[in-house]
Nanobody
């Protein structure tokens, strides 16, 4: 079992920045792909960004150029740096760990972008 705990959500103004963190309960980055997903009210959960066990990254078109996913092995933590935030980025953001048919999810953290 792997527990994932997100933090760093909150309220930001349009054009502002937030950094989300996802702490894993044990060292998994060498074998699990990690990702950030989000779900806005009334919408399906969607991919934001992923990083493979080998370090390759992938971003949704809406996140390219504005968001950066990274990981810190020593802290078993994955980050999502979000810059140039827009109101449409408002959602609950979830951390995911994926390997083969196994998926773990965090509880989510709310991000609200509003003036």
């Amino acid at each position: 079992q792997v527990q994932l705990v997100e933090s760093g959500g909150g309220v930001a103004q349009p054009g502002g920045s937030l950094r989300l963190s996802c702490a894993a309960s044990r060292s998994i980055f060498s074998i699990y792909a990690m990702g950030w997903y989000r779900q806005a009210p009334g919408k399906q959960r969607e991919l934001v960004a992923t990083i493979t066990s080998g370090g390759s990254t992938n971003y949704a078109d809406s996140a390219k150029g504005r968001f950066t996913i990274s990981r810190e092995y020593a802290k078993n933590t994955v980050y999502l740096q979000m810059n140039s935030l827009k109101p449409e980025d408002t959602a609950v953001y979830y951390c995911n760990a994926h390997r083969s048919t196994t998926n773990y999810w965090g509880q989510g953290t709310q991000v609200t972008v509003s003036s």
